[in-house]
């Protein structure tokens, strides 16, 4: 069993910036594909931003369209820790932010089906 538990959620200004981790333990692999989503009230659990291993210690980074160019994904596997950097933020940013890790090797996917574990969740509110 894999367990994740995200940290670093509050409240925050428009425009300011905030860190998110996520700590993984249990049985976790630095090549697994790990993730973030956030799902918002009333709205469906959306794709944030994810991290896939492509071999020889190298990994790439995808983003949706919302975060991409403000926000960074990054991992740090002696920590099993995983981080996103969140900058210039946005009221629409509000939502309960998740990390999951998929155990598949591969490219990362930005369907929450495809992962098998998921963190419990931590709030991030932006003010207007």
């Known amino acids: 069993q894999v367990q994740l538990v995200e940290s670093g959620g509050g409240l925050v200004q428009a425009g300011g910036s905030l860190r998110l981790s996520c700590a993984a333990s249990g049985r976790t692999f630095s090549n697994y594909a790990m993730a973030w989503f956030r799902q918002a009230p009333g709205k469906d659990r959306e794709f944030v931003a994810a991290v896939s291993w492509i071999g020889s210690n190298r990994y790439s980074a995808d983003y949706a369209d919302s975060v991409k160019g403000r926000s960074t994904i990054s991992r740090v596997n002696a920590k099993n820790t995983l981080y996103l950097q969140m900058n210039r933020m946005k009221p629409e940013d509000t939502a309960v932010y998740y990390c999951?890790?998929?155990?598949?090797?591969?490219?990362?996917?930005?369907?929450?089906?495809?992962?098998?574990?998921w963190g419990q969740g931590t709030q991030v509110t932006v003010s207007s």
């Open positions: 999951a890790e998929d155990q598949r090797f591969g490219k990362a996917s930005v369907y929450s089906d495809d992962y098998d574990f």
